[in-house]
């Protein structure tokens, strides 16, 4: 069979099996009273509800046909090493279709989305999609105000006790994903458990490896899009600075209609020259062609330099009540994961916080943090050398992947989309690529699958 052919029949095959998947489900036969449950032995949520550490939150009722949708919550160790330091529940959704389909694990890297959506590999394959929220985040906090339990290996210890858990209902081929710092999550992850899983799609990642050398993010933001582009987005900030007096003064007012306040940040003024400085790398992670026009200029209101550079660096993300919520993620970018840099030059004489965008600022004062510089070269040299089936896809005009991972590992290779952003799919790929990405994806779930599919 050819890989055209397979790939039409496999698209096929997978909106099928996934309309059938709930009334195949529900005909089982009722699980033995006793004994591990098997696939196909019970409705899943019984078999859920049988897993051990595992409860049944709530079955949703938003899911597409032949899914179902639940959030569950996971009894996991606070530290993987000591069993004495305690245990948290970590929360997890499951589309579910059929026991007999693939199944993909998928991350955020952040709080977890109760949005019913399939990622990419998951509607590609007709696969049920588990999602694990990362600790730390959303639900899924250990107790106490202390982070220092949130590392990366951490967190991969986590998704290897949630893949071992679920394979008893999943017993089929395995693959996980991830886009942005869910992608970076997937790497970890694999980087520890090579054997979790049967490959990986890592979508728009970023991989600082030497935290200390950020020139390749400064070299792509000096170098993106046009001169005279750059040049338009250079000259909105300093627009908004020189206005910083009447941008700031609405910023506040925001906050005091909202009940917001800066204690985090320190100030609404930072919090405006943060969000100024970063809006030069957000826009190019986002923009499109029809963005690029709509940059403002010399005529530009304050009123209008403040909707776009709200629309672009989303200033609420500064004030407390959402700051407090990436407070995590902060800790990590100081910790381990490094950040990269933003040229100021152009903007230098108007600073008065010019070490606003370090993670410190972020993370309130009495949670210490030390950076750990041997996190993240660890992570690049097992990509370069060992990570066997993954495969990344880049966006060519994305900054966040001016340093990126360079997969060497057998079966592992690197994609871009050009003219690409932080947003790009597999579906966004030359057609030879595209074609070449998913017949990998196939490749990986294995011939017993097709067979079982197709019946070839």
Not at 314 to 322: E, K, M, N, P
Not at 342 to 359: N, S, W
């Amino acid at each position: 069979m050819s890989v055209w052919t397979r790939r039409r029949l496999l698209t096929s095959a997978a909106s099928a099996v996934s309309a059938a998947g709930l009334a195949a489900t529900a005909a089982v036969p009722a699980r033995a009273a006793a004994g591990r449950p098997r696939p196909g032995d019970a409705d899943i949520a019984d078999t859920l509800r049988a897993l051990p550490g595992l409860r049944l939150i709530e079955e949703r009722q938003d899911a597409e046909p032949g899914y179902r949708h639940f959030v569950l919550g996971l009894r996991q160790p606070v530290d993987h090493t000591d069993p004495a330091a305690g245990t948290f529940e970590q929360r997890l959704t499951l589309l579910h279709t059929a026991a007999d389909r693939p199944t993909v694990l998928f991350s955020t890297g952040y709080h977890a989305v109760l949005t019913p959506r399939r990622t990419e590999p998951a509607t590609l394959l007709g696969a049920n999609q588990l999602q694990v929220e990362h600790r730390y985040f959303g639900t899924s906090r250990p107790a106490g105000s202390g982070y220092t339990h949130l590392t990366i290996r951490q967190a991969a210890d986590d998704h290897h006790r949630v893949v071992r858990l679920f394979r008893r209902v999943y017993p089929g081929a395995w693959l996980s994903t991830g886009s942005s710092k869910g992608g970076m999550t997937s790497v970890y992850h694999r980087r520890f458990h090579p054997g979790d899983v049967d490959g990986t799609v890592v979508y728009s990642a970023p991989n600082n490896v030497d935290d200390r050398e950020d020139s390749a993010y400064l070299r792509f933001l000096e170098t993106v899009g046009s001169a005279p582009d750059r040049e338009a987005v250079k000259a909105a900030q300093r627009r908004m600075l020189l206005h910083r007096t009447e941008l700031v003064a609405r910023y506040e007012a925001w906050a005091s209609t909202t009940g917001d306040t800066f204690r985090i940040i320190g100030s609404a003024d930072k919090a405006f020259e943060i969000a100024v400085l970063r809006v030069l790398f957000m826009f190019w992670q986002r923009a499109t062609p029809a963005d690029v026009e709509a940059i403002p200029g010399p005529e530009a209101t304050t009123d209008e330099l403040y909707t776009w550079l709200d629309h672009w660096a989303g200033l609420s993300l500064y004030a407390d009540t959402a700051a407090g919520r990436y407070i995590p993620y902060w800790y990590q970018i100081g910790t381990q994961l490094g950040y990269g840099e933003i040229p100021t030059a152009h903007v230098a004489d108007l600073l008065r916080h010019p070490d606003g965008i370090a993670a410190r600022n972020f993370v309130p004062r009495d949670i210490p943090m030390a950076f750990d510089t041997t996190a993240m070269p660890d992570i690049d040299r097992w990509v370069r050398r060992r990570g066997s089936r993954m495969l990344f896809v880049n966006g060519a005009q994305d900054p966040t992947v001016a340093e990126h991972f360079r997969p060497g590992g057998a079966d592992s290779r690197l994609l871009w989309v050009p003219g690409g952003n932080h947003s790009v799919d597999i579906a966004n790929l030359s057609p030879t690529d595209r074609a070449s990405a998913e017949d990998t994806l196939f490749r990986w779930v294995g011939q017993e699958y097709f067979t079982q599919t197709l019946g070839t």
